[in-house]
């Protein structure tokens, strides 16, 4: 049985993530301006990942008999310097995701909430991997700086990204 505290932790994890969808809809948004295609596919691929996530929430919550409530969010940043800078607020979001993350964790550790706990840690390791990704590519846009060749063919190597859901 989970806990108010846990329980209300739980779903606003759950509209976070919802929210991150929403942010990453806006970057999205801004490549497709910028006429950055492939980019503007990397982040709509991440905004579906991320609603994925918020699913998990949802079902794991209502799996358990308690109700998830959906909040509204506040409007995501939607102007960036440059690519790079929507990549860096994209990596600073993953980090919040990640201390989010790992306060949960916490509150089910004290708590003893197993499950809670083994749900928490599939998106303990899937943050690791959600930073690693938007470090390598920030690490790869800042090494071909203004190179328009090699900003072309990173665009056109992110457009072949593609979403499927991983059920472990």
């Not at 590519?137 to 071909?144: D, F, M, V």
Request: charged share 30%; aromatic share 14%; with cysteine.
């Amino acid at each position: 049985m989970l806990s108010e505290k846990l329980h209300e932790a739980l779903n606003e994890q759950m509209n976070f993530e919802f929210y991150s969808a929403h942010a990453y809809l806006a970057m999205a948004a801004f490549c497709t301006a910028e006429t950055y295609d492939g980019f503007a596919n990397f982040f709509l691929v991440q905004a579906e990942e991320e609603r994925f996530h918020a699913m998990k929430f949802y079902n794991f919550l209502s799996d358990l008999g308690y109700r998830a409530t959906i909040d509204g969010f506040e409007r995501p940043h939607n102007e960036f310097d440059s690519i790079l800078d929507a990549f860096e607020s994209a990596l600073a979001h993953e980090k919040e995701v990640t201390r989010r993350i790992y306060h949960l964790s916490d509150i089910a550790l004290d708590e003893r909430e197993h499950a809670t706990m083994a749900f928490l840690r599939w998106f303990i390791d899937e943050q690791v991997e959600e930073e690693s990704t938007f470090d390598t590519l920030i690490n790869k846009i800042k090494r071909i700086e203004n190179d328009s060749n090699a900003i072309f063919m990173l665009d056109s190597e992110l457009a072949s990204r593609t979403f499927t859901p991983d059920e472990a």
